[in-house]
């Protein structure tokens, strides 16, 4: 994050006093200063697209781990769904076995 360390505030810029010449301020002094404001500005930029791009990533993510979670919910489901008819399947089976090897239930 060092490459983002702005070098000027708000405070800085509003506050900033140029030496004055007989002509003006001077060009170099004040050519300085719009290099810093301009640098800050384009690392300020800089910071706001890669703020973006997390931002966007941070979406996309949250999506797939919900898309995900809605997966697992499901087939959970599936695995109870196959679980209990593979119960059912086996109390049938156990059910004519016991028929078979008891002989038919007189009650009904």
């Known amino acids: 994050m060092s490459e983002y360390t702005l070098k000027l505030s708000a405070k800085d810029i509003f506050e900033k006093e140029f030496e004055k010449s007989v002509r003006g301020f001077k060009p170099i ?8 404001v301009i640098s ?8 706001n697209n890669s703020l973006k791009r997390l931002e966007d990533e941070n979406a996309r993510l949250k999506k797939e781990v919900e898309e995900l979670r809605i997966r697992v919910a499901t087939k959970a489901r599936s695995v109870d769904n196959q679980s209990q008819n593979h119960q059912i399947d086996i109390l049938k089976r ?4 016991e ?7 007189k009650v009904n």
């Open 99 to 105: 028929k078979k090897v008891f002989g038919q239930s």
């Open 94 to 97: 156990l059910s004519n076995l």
């Open 29 to 36: 002094e004040v050519d300085s200063f719009l290099d810093d």
């Open 40 to 47: 800050d500005y384009q690392k300020m930029a800089d910071m």
